[in-house]
Nanobody
């Protein structure tokens, strides 16, 4: 059973920073890719940042230059450093991991952590 647990959300003022962490029940390097998604009220879930098993990263245009995704193999965690936050970043942030099994890719999700940015 693969488990992903997010932490680090909270309330921050615009211009501030937050550090999100996703604790995995297995090595983060065992996932083909790990991602951060977010879902704002009334909006669809969107991809925020991605890191592949090889360490390549990709970001949504809206967060480029402000957010950084990384993995800590020793702690089985994936992190998201968020700087220069704006109210538009307010959302529930979800950790996602993709395992490529013989039967096909399987997505695993955490329960999310709420980030609220006040103006």
């Amino acid at each position: 059973q693969v488990q992903l647990v997010e932490s680090g959300g909270g309330l921050v003022q615009a211009g501030g920073s937050l550090f999100l962490s996703c604790q995995a029940s297995r090595s983060t390097f065992s996932f083909n890719a790990m991602c951060w998604y977010r879902q704002a009220p009334g909006k669809q879930r969107e991809l925020v940042a991605l890191i592949t098993s090889g360490g390549s990263t990709n970001y949504a245009d809206s967060v480029k230059g402000r957010f950084t995704v990384a993995r800590d193999g020793a702690k089985n965690t994936m992190i998201l450093q968020m700087n220069s936050l704006t109210p538009e970043d307010t959302a529930v942030y979800y950790c996602n991991g993709v395992l490529r099994l013989p039967t096909g890719p399987v997505d695993y999700w955490g329960n999310g952590t709420l980030v609220t940015v006040s103006s």
